[in-house]
């Protein structure tokens, strides 16, 4: 990494309050260029608090982008962080409203030439999509990162129509321990221990809603822009990592925008901006590769950043499973089109006789974190004991290596003696070794085998064929290696299991698998190279020695007595961290998966957040405590979330929320 101490321009920053059409007030942080000239504005425009959580992350590249003649800003949304109003739903449509209205300040502002630009990573990627599609005139770019098109079936609720235990209840669980924390008395003033208490009053954990939506209806339409791509007017720079769940935007982004008007990168990145040099890497120098981008879109400046092919993406070679990994082997391709006219579906037949798949509860327990951000126990260890809970499918690697980019497919030939079930496909590479690592994984619920949009009960002792896609992925096997297919009737937590742990007979007659097979010569751009990672100067946190013992990150117990399995996650969310401001800023947080091996109705999900924000010089010392769980009967899940709020010693807010909610998809 390289640090940027001198720059085009020398800069300043400033805060400010910027008011929307109902009179509440947003709380942005402007940097600028320090010139007479107006500039392009940039935007990122999200809830994660400025003055504190995103802080350390904005000081990388907002100074960057302004040292390089750009004002650029980032702004709290409402009822957070220091913003005034009430905080609101995720995909309701105040947020992007907000946020149109938002750009269109920027552009009349005297130091704005009138022409704006967003860019963020995960919500902000997602906000700066949803602006977009609102089509406010002054919005010419976005550069989306890690972010969702579809909330719904590319987010963190449902993955093929089944419930996304770990990453919808970690989300909701996460959100409300944020949506409680207050505003800052060093920005806000006196008024901050009014403005928390009000918006407590509207906090409410978001769980409720996405379990009361488990098809995808119209809630799940609006939330995202995939209904309909033609109302995105601005160019999009859309930026995934093959270990982040929502590359697959990156994809149906350039399929559906004009090709004058988009371009895709996918690395081997997790969870993150693709400079910040977080395992897996490579990193690449991205603020460069996105001022490209701006200086086209926003300042007119012909450079060749639309000559780049449609679609780099990365593949990576084949190499030994690991929780994490400091640099993936592999190359760069330039794709002139995606679909692209290089890669052949190729069938793989299913061999052998029918088999009943009916796999342990705890089967699951080894797919690594669902939203990956770079730790050290992220992602999927050696895959052989899921393998051994799986009916699994061979196919030797022989002659040339078989290289794969895109989105697998599988056919599977179903009987199912019950009303509800569903099927989850693991693609592993197997070295000579016996060693099985995983390569990208699907799932369908199936009573969502005909449309996420409805649900279907299967016909007890009834066989159909049922098709779905996997993440897509690019990846090389090499000669000597074999392909293993993978499906397996559980996968805990990632799945919220169905009532019943019956299973399902698959039938290889009928049944394959799908691969995307790239032509490995095939390199339809010049060699694809990016400049060395840089940022500005760091903000200077400081983390205070601390004598406790961590955590594991990841930690699996088993009591045999009981038949029960438990996993054990730190998010990690940054311990104790000092800001040159004088802030103390710490968090702690602990998510627990319980499951017995014979029981679907004992799923047990649990988060336990802690957040202490406290000034010193202001005698300000506030603390949140929250927890959240989610259990299940045959009939309903039953969630249960306490929120405890103290300044002091005084507890303020105390709530709690029990609900039930039927079961339907899930």
């Known amino acids: 990494m390289r640090i ?84 609101g739903d995720a995909y309701d449509t105040t947020g992007p409203a907000d946020g149109v209205a938002v750009v269109n300040w920027l552009a009349r502002q005297p130091w704005c030439t009138g022409r704006v630009g967003m860019f963020g990573i995960a919500w902000g990627g997602c906000s700066a999509l949803r602006i977009a599609a609102l089509a406010p005139e002054p919005l010419k770019a976005v550069v989306t990162v890690c972010a969702a098109d579809d909330p719904y079936d590319n987010d963190m609720h449902y993955m093929g129509g089944s419930v996304l235990a770990a990453g919808m209840h970690a989300w909701s669980a996460t959100l409300l321990a944020f949506a409680a924390r207050p505003p800052d008395p060093l920005f806000v003033g006196d008024e901050w221990r009014e403005m928390w208490l009000k918006r407590l009053e509207g906090v409410v954990p ?34 995934g990592g093959w270990h982040d769940p929502y590359r697959d935007t990156v994809l149906r982004l350039v399929e559906h925008l004009p090709p004058d008007r988009v371009r895709g990168l996918i690395g081997p990145w997790s969870h993150q901006y693709p400079d910040r040099g977080r395992p897996p890497g490579p990193a690449i120098g991205f603020l460069q590769e996105t001022l490209r981008w701006w200086d086209h879109h926003l300042k007119g400046l012909e450079n060749d950043v639309m000559a780049e092919p449609p679609l780099r993406s990365w593949i990576s070679e084949s190499h030994p499973p690991a929780t994490t990994y400091d640099e993936l082997p592999g190359r760069w391709v330039g794709l002139a089109a995606w679909p692209s006219p290089h890669i052949t579906t190729v069938p793989y037949a299913l061999r052998g006789a029918p088999v009943i798949v009916d796999s342990p509860l705890h089967t699951g327990l080894d797919a690594g974190r669902f939203l990956p951000s770079g730790n050290d126990a992220d992602l999927p260890p050696d895959q052989r004991d899921e393998d051994a809970c799986s009916a699994c499918f061979e196919f030797p690697v022989t002659g040339d290596p078989i290289e794969i980019l895109g989105r697998p497919r599988v056919i599977l030939r179903l009987r199912l003696d019950v009303p509800h079930g569903q099927a989850i496909a693991r693609l592993c590479d197997i070295a000579p070794d016996g060693s099985s690592a995983l390569v990208t994984r699907g799932v369908l619920n199936l009573s969502a085998r005909h449309g996420r949009d409805r649900s279907d009960a299967w016909p007890p002792g009834g066989t159909e064929d049922v098709a779905f896609e996997l993440n897509a992925i690019g990846h090389t096997f090499p000669p000597g290696h074999r392909i293993r297919l993978a499906v397996s009737s559980a996968y805990w937590p990632w799945i919220w299991p169905q009532t019943t742990s019956a299973g ?41 020695v601390t004598l406790d013992e961590q955590r594991p990150e990841r930690l699996v117990i088993r009591d045999v007595a009981k038949g029960e399995w438990r996993l054990e996650v730190d998010p990690r969310p940054g311990g104790t961290r000092v800001h040159p401001d004088g802030l103390e800023f710490t968090e702690d947080a602990l998510e627990t998966y319980t499951i017995q091996q014979n029981d679907p109705l004992s799923a047990h ?57 039927p079961r339907m998809a899930g």
């Open 605 to 661: 999900t649990r988060s336990d957040w802690t957040t202490r924000l406290h000034r010193p010089e202001l005698t300000w010392d506030v603390r949140i405590e929250t927890r959240s769980e989610i259990t299940c009967d045959a009939a309903d899940f039953i969630t249960s979330n306490e929120v405890v709020c103290k300044d002091g010693r005084e507890i303020v807010f105390h709530r709690t929320w029990e609900k039930r909610i």
């Open 206 to 239: 978001r769980i409720h809603t996405w379990l009361d939506h488990q098809i995808r209806d119209d809630y799940w339409k609006h939330g995202g822009v995939r209904e309909d791509y033609s109302a995105i007017d601005a160019a999009v720079l859309a930026v």
């Open 4 to 87: 940027r101490t001198e720059f085009p321009y020398d800069t300043g920053h400033e805060d400010v309050r910027i008011p929307l059409p109902d009179g509440t007030r947003l709380y942005a942080r402007v940097w600028r260029p320090l010139t007479d000239e107006p500039v392009p504005a940039l935007l990122e425009y999200l809830p994660h608090r400025l003055s504190d959580v995103t802080a350390p992350r904005d000081h990388q590249r907002h100074p960057w982008y302004a040292g390089h003649g750009y004002a650029s800003v980032r702004v709290d949304i409402r009822g957070h962080g220091n913003s005034e109003g009430m905080p």
């Open 504 to 544: 399902f007979t698959l039938d290889p007659a009928g049944s394959r698998l799908e691969l995307p097979v790239h032509e490995r010569g095939e390199n339809t751009a010049d060699k694809i190279t990016f400049g060395e990672p840089e940022q500005s100067q760091p903000l200077g946190v400081s983390v205070p």
